[in-house]
Structures are given as C-alpha cells and as structure tokens.
C-alpha cells in the first residue's frame, strides 16, 4: 500500500522559512518511473502546483514560487523536503504531497496518485 | 503559463443525472491531462489520466475525452457519493497548473 504524509509547523510566523517533511512507503524514491510532487491549496480555494522530484533528482518549480522554494529528497530515509522562505499571510493553505506516477513512454506525462492527507500551514504573526 | 479554464465553475443536478465538466487549455497539451475529484476536508483523489485513462478502482460511470485544447470529464449516471469538487491539471509543461474547480452540488 502507497501513503504518503506531510509533517510540519502548524503556524509559521511572517518572513520565516517553512520545512515540510513528506515521508513515504510502499514505494521507493529510487522508482525510475515514480516521484514526489507537492501542492498546496489555499482556504477555499483551488490546488495550486509548487514543485516535483524525479527518482533521478530532476527538480521543477513553480514560476511564481522558484525563488521561494527549494525540493530535495532523502532516499534513505524515504524522505521529501520543501522549504518556503519568506512566509507571507498569504502562504496559509494546506500543502498536501503526492506521488507522481509516469507514463509507459516517459515522465514527461505524468499524474499524482495518491496524495497524502496534507497538512495546514497558518502564517501569522 | 499554460492557463486551464473549467466549466462550469459550479452546478446543480440529481442523482441519476448524466453531467459533463470541461476544461480548456489556453495552448495545445496534447492528451497530457489529468482529472481529479476533492470532497470537502479530504484530498483530492485521482479519477482520469492522460485525457481519457481510467484510473484502477474508479467507478466506469466516470469517463474523460480529448478534443484539441478541450477536455471533458463526465459521469454517466451520478451517484450519492460524486458530489464534490473537480479539478483538472495539465503535465504538459512547467508549471503544471490546475483549473480553479467546479463545484458539483447536490439539487
């Protein structure tokens, strides 16, 4: 069985970096054909994609966000890492990590399955 | 970025109810989208993949078809447990953006 979950801070003040740990089982982070992608999702509002992690340390991000974010993985550990620097108000949502399945003919065609249970990040002073 | 804009951003319809969501993308991304559906306090859970794949133990009232930049999630025969809010998403190219949802409501 895949799950994955988030653990991280509750409640980020303004201007801090946030650390989010996604730990997995049921599949390795080696999987040539698999990898870790987060998205978080404002109150109310819709997903919005931040970055993916590719078994062959292949990073992306988000346009708007990529000064902002930094993806790594911890293999041993079965581990993904997203931090956030500078928290604004604005960074309150729930970020949620999943795994990216790729296609028979590549990565480049790809789909998040499953997702963990996400967790709520408040950013307040 | 490549923009995808669902409609209708929400909808009322009964059990039984044949209904169909679309989503546009504002440039070709060939069949490179994914459909998922969210209930409220929950994760979204994956429903199609690559436009029209259905994705293991997805019930097959659920269907996806392509057509251009016009993609097209649709439940033959609503149950009970589909309401919920629907999201699609493209893989295409970076940023791998989402459409804003459509709320699918009980009438």
């Known amino acids: 069985q895949v799950t994955l979950k988030e653990s991280g801070p509750v409640l980020v003040r303004p201007t801090e970096t946030l650390t989010l740990t996604c730990t997995v089982s049921?599949?390795?982070?080696?999987?040539?054909?698999?990898?870790v992608g987060w998205i978080r999702q404002p109150p109310g509002k819709a997903l919005e994609w931040l970055a993916n992690i590719f078994s062959n340390d292949e990073k992306s991000y988000s346009t708007s966000l990529k000064s902002r974010l930094t993806i790594s993985k911890d293999t041993p550990r079965s581990q993904v890492v997203l931090t956030m620097t500078n928290m604004d108000p604005v960074d309150t949502a729930t970020y949620y990590c999943a795994r990216i399945v790729c296609s028979a003919i590549g990565c480049y065609l790809h789909w998040f399955d499953p997702w963990g249970q996400g967790t709520l990040v408040t950013v307040s002073s | 970025d490549i923009q995808m804009t669902q409609s209708p951003s929400s909808l009322s319809a009964s059990v039984g109810d044949r209904v169909t969501i679309t989503c546009r993308a504002s440039q070709s991304i060939s069949n490179y989208l994914n459909w998922y559906q969210q209930k409220p306090g929950h994760a979204p859970k994956l429903l199609i993949y690559a436009a029209s794949s259905l994705q293991s133990g997805v019930p097959s009232r659920f269907s996806g078809s392509a057509s251009g930049t016009d993609f097209t999630l649709t439940i033959s025969s609503l149950q009970p447990e589909d309401f919920a809010t629907f999201y699609c998403q493209q893989s295409y190219s970076v940023p791998y953006t989402f459409g804003q949802g459509t709320n699918l409501a009980i009438k």
């Open positions: 049921g599949f390795s982070l080696t999987n040539a054909k698999m990898g």
